[in-house]
């Protein structure tokens, strides 16, 4: 059973791995989809691994009548086309057992079955990009969806009759295998939910409901046994882990905020403190200003004495005074003062 599965396995394994290296050297270029009313990248390709169990419902019995559980896994590949829109093929190997409601039939069976899908997802919710500063939100982490598709089932099944546990066939040759194969094709139904782990590793669990289009998916039928016309189905529940390679990590940007102009709660600019430092001794020059002119009044009138004492003839001298070039000279010195960055 298991040499088979690997047969099927290793042929997958090399398209996927083909698809993988085509998908590495692939740039993308961001689109937008007018019916979702959002921005977004084709792709990448994910993969998936899972198992679960399965319940089996045909001429026997059905899903809860007298359950006998069998088991899966299967490996997938998936392509994200459009936003909610996610296409995708899987191959199954299940095992499938049902035990007859019937007791006078009184017939059990066993398969081993194999089957390969293509299907459509449709996330109920997704991560919409409508505007830049949407790529860098915090992704959804939980994302439900729906799905169906189409699929190729090959079952092998074994009826067998429980009360002398014969192979239940209608061949008197005891060399024929009394097992019964068919190829079918079956529509399945899935609903499932995808819970992301981080930016590239995700954990899906779903529910299948497949409903073939044979009657030979247990080995009976109504050559072989009284039983109904009916065609068989299966239901499985898988958990899956699926892993996206090329998926990018988007990282938050820091934004450096810049501190506010002075005197709108900035700090204080250090050339402003030291006008004001420089402002501080211009109360006291005014003072020292007033001082030499209270200083002149004593001179003019040590001048106009001289003048009454010498008479008409001295009234050159009174325009040049010699005691006038005092004040002058502090003036000069205030001047430089100034100058030297006193003021």
Not at 127 to 151: A, C, S
Not at 323 to 338: H, K, L, S, T
């Amino acid at each position: 059973m298991y040499r088979r599965f690997l047969r099927l396995l290793l042929p997958l394994l090399a398209v996927i791995m083909t698809s993988l290296s085509a998908n590495a050297q692939y740039k993308k270029n961001i689109e937008y989809s007018g019916f979702f009313d959002s921005y977004y990248f084709r792709g990448p390709w994910s993969f998936t691994i899972g198992t679960g169990p399965t319940l089996y419902s045909g001429d026997l019995s059905g899903f809860f009548d007298s359950p006998k559980i069998g088991w899966n896994g299967n490996i997938g590949m998936n392509y994200h086309m459009w936003p909610r829109v996610v296409f995708g093929g899987q191959f199954d190997y299940f095992t499938l057992r049902g035990v007859d409601t019937n007791e006078e039939r009184g017939l059990s069976f066993t398969s081993n079955n194999w089957s390969l899908s293509a299907y459509g997802r449709f996330y109920l919710v997704e991560d919409i990009v409508r505007k830049h500063l949407d790529l860098f939100k915090r992704p959804k982490l939980l994302k439900p969806y729906i799905g169906t598709g189409l699929m190729l089932v090959r079952s092998n099944a074994s009826p067998v009759i429980d009360s002398t546990g014969a192979p239940l066939t209608t061949s008197d040759d005891p060399n024929e295998d009394p097992s019964v194969k068919a190829f079918s094709l079956a529509l399945p139904v899935n609903l499932g939910l995808s819970v992301d782990i981080s930016h590239r590793v995700s954990i899906i669990g779903e529910l299948s409901g497949v409903y073939t289009l044979t009657d030979k998916l247990d080995g009976v039928t109504s050559e072989n046994a009284e039983g109904n016309s009916a065609k068989d189905g299966y239901a499985m529940f898988t958990l899956k882990l699926e892993y996206t390679p090329g998926a990018p990590r988007l990282k938050r940007k820091k934004h450096k905020l810049t501190p506010p102009p002075v005197g709108e709660g900035g700090p204080p600019a250090k050339p402003e403190v030291e006008e004001k430092e420089e402002e501080a001794p211009t109360e006291s020059l005014p003072q020292e200003n007033t001082l030499p002119m209270e200083e002149e009044t004593p001179q003019d009138d040590s001048m106009e004495d001289n003048g009454s004492d010498d008479g008409w003839d001295d009234a050159p001298q009174e325009e040049e005074p010699a005691e006038e070039e005092a004040p002058a000279d502090d003036e000069g010195d205030w001047n430089d003062d100034w100058d030297d960055g006193d003021w």
